[in-house]
């Protein structure tokens, strides 16, 4: 069966540096960290800011594109009126960005 199936023989030699074969995978986490995990933390840290500086009578848009102005604040939920009379209670967490105020109007 030797000429069907060959022998395999070991290299005679040195054996790589440790660090040298494992910079590929070094350099890849280094470059998904700058490239993709620390600019989603920023941006996190952003809307966490954001979302904590909500104050009444802030204009906002919801993450389902809903525009109203906020009435009313409590610890987990924000009141957001959309049209007179008509106030929609929503999680804080929601609000994807806060207008300028007049948006509302020229909308």
């Known amino acids: 069966m030797d000429w069907l199936i060959q022998d395999a023989w070991a290299q005679a030699g040195a054996q790589p540096n440790a660090l040298v074969s494992f910079l590929p995978l070094i350099l890849i986490f280094v470059v998904f960290y700058f490239f993709l995990i620390r600019p989603q933390n920023k941006r996190q840290?952003?809307?966490?800011?954001?979302?904590?500086?909500?104050?009444?009578?802030?204009?906002?848009?919801?993450?389902?594109?809903?525009?109203?102005?906020?009435?009313?604040?409590?610890e987990q939920f924000v009141q957001v009126e959309v049209s007179d009379g008509v106030?929609?209670?929503i999680q804080r967490h929601t609000i994807g960005a806060v207008l300028p105020k007049g948006s509302i109007k020229s909308a």
């Open 87 to 89: 106030v929609l209670k």
């Open 45 to 74: 840290k952003e809307h966490r800011e954001m979302v904590a500086a909500l104050s009444v009578g802030d204009e906002v848009v919801t993450a389902g594109g809903i525009l109203g102005k906020v009435s009313a604040v409590s």
